[in-house]
T-cell receptor, first 114, second 115 residues
């Protein structure tokens, strides 16, 4: 079956620091990959996505590259802000069966201090 | 509203009681999903509707859980004889079927506490 493993948190960084949150996956098919973010008091929302190998998803200064050879989709940002403090979830879905039936990691809590 | 709406946002009940959680998806989204999120974990798939029918209910933990979507829009998740282990945040999401790549639009969730 499908599974997602992401870096355990919590992660605490100072403003303007570099961020990496690791995510690796196991999938029976050829998945689409996602990062969702949950800000305090809000619902999950899509941060970025990639649908095929070597695709790079990007949004709000965050990037992640779909690496089929290492089955990874690590999230990076060059300079974090206090407003990036949130819980980040890596997820995959199998387009061949049900594109919206996603498998999620357990989330990584990021706190950015001024 | 423009987003996925879930009610109630918070529900406290006693063990053994019956609970209903409601989801109003984004207008025009034919696919609707229920997920459950326990503390410190990611969302876990429960059930998926395409239109009015449950196309995949493989994530429902047991027969105490049931969901309906009678008119292809609003959905209700029903939990009978609640147990303390049912305490979690129940998330609803919708998407456009046949388009996009599986992106889900989530509501803010219904937090269920079973005492």
């Amino acid at each position: 079956g499908n599974s997602v493993t992401q870096m355990e948190g919590p992660v605490t960084l100072s403003e303007e620091a570099f961020l990496t949150i690791n995510c690796t996956y196991t999938a029976t098919g050829y998945p689409s990959l996602f990062w969702y973010v949950q800000y305090p008091g809000e619902g999950l929302q899509l941060l970025l996505k990639a649908t095929k190998a070597d695709d790079k998803g990007s949004n709000k200064g965050f990037e992640a590259t779909y690496r089929k050879e290492t089955t990874s989709f690590h999230l990076e940002k060059g300079s974090v802000q206090v407003s990036d403090s949130a819980v980040y979830f890596c997820a995959l879905s199998d387009r061949d069966t049900n594109a919206g039936k996603s498998t999620f990691g357990d989330g990584t809590t990021l706190t950015v201090k001024p | 509203g423009a987003g996925v709406s879930q009610t109630p946002s918070n529900k406290v009940t006693e063990k053994g009681k019956y609970v209903e959680l409601r989801c109003d998806p984004i207008s025009g989204h034919t696919a609707l999903y229920w997920y459950r999120q326990s503390l410190g974990q990611g969302p876990e798939f429960l059930i998926y509707f395409q239109g009015t029918g449950a196309a995949d209910d493989s994530g429902l933990p047991n027969d105490r859980f049931f969901a309906v979507r009678p008119e292809g829009s609003v959905s209700t998740l029903k939990i009978q004889r609640t147990e303390r282990g049912d305490s979690a945040v129940y998330l609803c999401a919708s998407s456009e079927w046949g388009r996009g790549t599986g992106e889900l639009f989530f509501g803010e969730g219904s937090r269920l506490t079973v005492l």
